[in-house]
Nanobody, 126 residues
Framework: RVQLSESGGGSVQSGGSLRLSCDASSYTEYNYCMAWFRQAPGKTREGIMAIDSDGNTDSRDSVKGRFAISQDKATKTLYLQMNNLKPDDTATYYC????????????????????WGRGTQVTVSP
């Protein structure tokens, strides 16, 4: 059974940083795509950054230059480094995994992902 587990959320002030981690050790696909999504209250879940098994990445424009996605293949851990956080970044952040697509951008579509973590809350105060 595939289980994804996020950690690292918390409360920070605007301009602060957080690093999220996702334990994906139970996901054993060789060709894959993994992504971070977030969902704010009253809003739809949105994909923000994706990375595939070849190391190709893509991201939503609103986080470019502030967030970075990376992976440790040895430990099967996915990371999201978030810098210069803004109040609009407040949301529950989810780790997801699925098959590899021709473009990692397709992994930013929730319907294209197969497995999800339970989420970790990120709160950014003004």
């Amino acid at each position: 059974r595939v289980q994804l587990s996020e950690s690292g959320g918390g409360s920070v002030q605007s301009g602060g940083s957080l690093r999220l981690s996702c334990d994906a050790s139970s996901y054993t696909e060789y060709n894959y795509c993994m992504a971070w999504f977030r969902q704010a209250p009253g809003k739809t879940r949105e994909g923000i950054m994706a990375i595939d098994s070849d190391g190709n990445t893509d991201s939503r424009d609103s986080v470019k230059g502030r967030f970075a996605i990376s992976q440790d293949k040895a430990t099967k851990t996915l990371y999201l480094q978030m810098n210069n956080l803004k109040p609009d970044d407040t949301a529950t952040y989810y780790c997801s995994a699925g098959i590899q697509w021709s473009l990692p951008r397709k992994c930013l579509i929730a319907g294209n992902m197969d497995y999800w973590g339970r989420g970790t809350q990120v709160t950014v105060s003004p």
